[in-house]
């Protein structure tokens, strides 16, 4: 016989199955709002560092993959700014991936809307600032930021200034100053340059929204092999 004592704990306690179905139930949630979030990025500095190496690793894996030339634009933009509308400013970093459609290199922006097709969304990593060479080298001077560093290095800033649409047909929501190529042997170069580099360095410090702290420890550096085209983060 069940005593009072013990059909309350009874009716306290938890069977395995029902654990697991609401674990599922946890599961299935976060499996249908990841998608709706997860081009839009707002978490830590640790979280952004790795959407920008991780993005950047895939478009490389795509273009070895498929065996074409993949382009990465990027541009920075106002923080405040709407979400669907890039405008000049600072604190929001965005970027997105085309591909050639026949395999063969572009080597204009304008041929992207015709010989390119797109095969990622528009990530936007929020309270973000694209460095320039001179920031970068300040802070691996005063942050302790050590890596690889020659004249074979080049930051994405001394790349060639280009118009990269997104979406690339109709009206621009964004337009990134900024290219990164892949080659289908998985080489990388500052587009529209032919000249392979030995390594592009890509600086990024958190933002207080639209500005930028006039001092700077917390930064990364993404550098991409010219060869290889792998990512390498180096943090102070």
Known sequence: ???????????LA???????????????????????IGNFSTGGFTSTVSSLSETLDQARAYAVS???????????????????????GTGRV???????????????TSDFATKAQSIS????????????????????????LERPVDDSVKPLDSATIVAMNFP????PRYICTQCIEFSPQGMTKLFPSTNLPGFIEIGIAPTKGDA???????VAVV???????????YRP
């Open 1 to 11: 016989m069940i005593t009072p004592k013990h059909a309350e704990t009874r009716q």
């Open 14 to 36: 938890y069977s395995l199955i029902e654990l697991l179905v609401v674990m599922g139930i946890i599961v299935l949630l976060s499996s249908l709002l990841i998608p709706a």
């Open 66 to 88: 498929k065996r074409t030339f993949v382009y990465v634009g990027i541009g920075e933009f106002k923080a405040s700014g709407p979400t669907d509308q890039g405008s000049a």
């Open 94 to 108: 965005a970027l997105f991936a085309v591909a050639s459609r026949d395999g063969s290199r572009i080597s204009q």
């Open 121 to 144: 969304r528009l990530v936007c990593l929020q309270n973000v600032h694209l460095m320039s060479a001179d920031e970068i080298k300040v802070s691996g001077t005063s942050g302790g």
């Open 168 to 171: 690339l047909s109709g009206t």
């Open 212 to 218: 930028v702290p006039p001092t700077q420890k917390n």
């Open 223 to 233: 550098q991409l092999s010219g060869l290889t085209g792998r990512s390498i983060v």
